[in-house]
């Protein structure tokens, strides 16, 4: 599992040309609104993708396109259960398609094309497969993929897996949607090109309902119903994704009906989306969460009592209530309360400034002139990076400021745009590549809990993972691999669950809310039903 790179929604100063309106009234338009495009969903949030390829990035905007036009052995459902797409049943011990050591999966594959009319075969598993494996490709984890010994390929139909060791994440890892996983590779175009830089990674093709047909960088992704597609047509003949950077204009766009759907909406805008005729708020339960995460290893940062410490000092009600206005919940975990292993029972941080002080004068923290704290030259200032334009980030991170000043502790705010932000660590993105003291944004986890283990062992630092924090401690790397390493759902519970305890003692990251999705669609949209993982998987039965 890799985790989920998402900012929410961000204010610039760029804006895009409003939409014309097309579309007559009455019976000329299907009895729909007179700006509703009949057959065309436009949606819209904030993120400019890092590129179209999931293959090399995290980011949310790229995964949930990719999940329109990609090509997945699995789908994943709300439930967090992989469904058959190209795989034609689910490999179960049962069904002898897993062998009894979880170590050969014999993957059943059913008849497709691609989107350019070149069969689909086992050949392209196993050449992704080795594409993923390959030292030389950009990618943010190789989490489960290096446990692959071989795939073997008997016949066009049929791919085995063979794996070193049991790995129980495989049916969410091993090209499967709701989370930011890689697609399949068409081995007839990519095995010609550079994977890195080729031009596959602007205009992919795959097999899913859809087809890309543009990406005008920094403006929009264009898509149409794929002809070819196994399941036949979507009833959505386009999809326009817009790239709007301002909350404002987003706004502006929704109340003159020229997008009809806000992909998670910014919470600072709910009231207004709420006034906007014609238009209703989804609100769903959503695995992704705002937090921050410290670099481990700052010297300041190292020290577990500084980090309990900035910990206390969040107050996480006000956050909910004026700034998320009431679209957060309370989760001390790393885990959403969404699943399975989640542990209610960690560590919490309630808002306590004389509990922080408490723990920095104890650890020897002290203060200096003007009040900021500091030990053996080391002061307690920092830089806090987070995604440029985020209003909702801003206005947060502007009362930590104010809470950790009277804990003597001070930072600096620096903003980088996503594409950067977000980078690969090959790439040198800020994220990755631990540029930061401490940085700011959201992240999902996807649909097995044991994904953490890309998260926080201390052998899954980038790039060999996404451990961003620089966080090690081995009783944790410890647990969550042999969390990995059972099929018994009770056993990755109980290890997951004294993993998360762990974190939480130690805390490298700092949850502050867990979210509450919201989505501003037209009325005259039908059959939308985002689940907590993406708003864009399942959307064949999607009309307007």
Not at 103 to 123: C, E, M, N, Q, Y
Not at 400 to 424: C, E, H, M
Not at 467 to 481: E, G, P, Q, S, W
Request: charged fraction near 20%; aromatic fraction near 10%; proline fraction near 6%.
């Amino acid at each position: 599992m890799k985790r989920f790179d998402v900012l929410g929604l961000l204010a610039a100063s760029a804006l895009l040309p409003a939409c014309t309106r097309v579309g007559g009234a009455g019976g000329d338009n299907g009895g729909r609104h007179p700006w509703t495009v009949a057959g065309e969903l436009r949606y819209a949030d904030g993120e400019d993708p890092v590129g179209l390829n999931p293959l090399s990035n995290t980011h949310a905007a790229s995964s949930w396109l990719a999940e329109l036009w990609g090509a997945w052995l699995f789908r994943t459902t709300a439930a967090f259960d992989p469904v058959p797409e190209l795989c034609r049943e689910l490999p179960t011990v049962e069904n002898g398609l897993i062998s009894r050591d979880g170590r050969r999966i014999t993957l059943k594959l059913r008849d497709a094309v691609w989107s350019d009319g070149v069969p689909f075969t086992s050949h392209d598993v196993a050449f992704s497969v080795a594409l993923i494996q390959d030292p030389n490709t950009i990618v943010t984890s190789r989490e489960g993929w290096e446990l692959i010994q071989r795939v073997e390929t008997p016949d066009d139909r049929t791919a085995i897996l063979h794996l070193r060791d049991t790995y129980s994440a495989w049916a969410s890892t091993f090209f499967s949607t709701g989370g930011a996983n890689p697609c399949l590779l068409p081995k007839h175009i990519v095995a010609s090109q550079n994977v890195n830089t080729g031009a596959y990674n602007g205009k992919p093709i795959g097999i899913g309902p859809f087809v890309i047909d543009a990406w005008n960088r920094g403006q929009s992704v264009e898509l149409s119903a794929n002809p070819k597609y196994w399941r036949g047509l979507p009833k959505l003949k386009r999809v326009v994704y817009s790239i709007i950077p301002s909350d404002e204009t987003m706004m502006t766009q929704l109340r003159a009906h020229d997008i009809d759907l806000w992909v998670q909406m910014n919470a600072t805008k709910l009231d207004e989306a709420l006034t906007v005729p014609d238009v209703t708020v989804i609100r769903k339960p959503s695995v992704y969460w705002w937090h921050l995460d410290c670099n481990c290893e700052q010297p300041a940062l190292a020290e577990v009592a500084v980090r309990q410490a900035l910990n206390y000092a969040i107050d996480r009600k006000t956050i909910i209530d004026k700034v998320l206005h009431g679209a957060g919940l309370l989760n001390w975990s790393v885990l959403s309360p969404l699943s399975f292993a989640y542990n209610p029972a960690v560590k919490q941080y309630p808002y306590d400034l004389a509990r922080a002080n408490a723990l920095l004068d104890a650890a020897g923290w002290k203060r200096g002139a003007g009040g900021l704290r500091s030990k053996n030259g080391q002061s307690l200032h920092f830089t806090v990076a987070y995604g440029a334009g985020s209003a909702t980030w801003a206005q947060m991170l502007e009362l930590i400021r104010a809470s950790w000043s009277r804990l003597g502790v001070t930072f600096d705010l620096k903003s980088y745009q996503t594409n950067i932000y977000f980078a690969p660590y090959q790439n040198g993105g800020i994220v990755q590549g631990g540029k930061f003291d401490i940085c700011a944004f959201q992240w999902g986890n996807t649909a097995s809990p044991t994904g953490i283990v890309n998260l926080y062992a201390g052998d899954r630092i980038p790039p060999q993972g996404q451990n961003d924090l620089r966080y090690r401690n081995a009783k944790v790397t410890d647990l969550l691999h042999r969390a990995t390493q059972t099929l018994e759902r009770a056993e990755q519970k109980t290890l997951l669950q004294q993993a998360q305890a762990q974190i939480a003692e130690d805390c490298p990251t700092f949850p502050i809310a867990q979210s509450v999705a919201l989505y501003a669609a037209s009325v005259d949209l039908k059959g939308f039903d985002p689940s907590s993982l993406s708003p864009l998987d399942f959307m064949m039965n999607v009309e307007i």
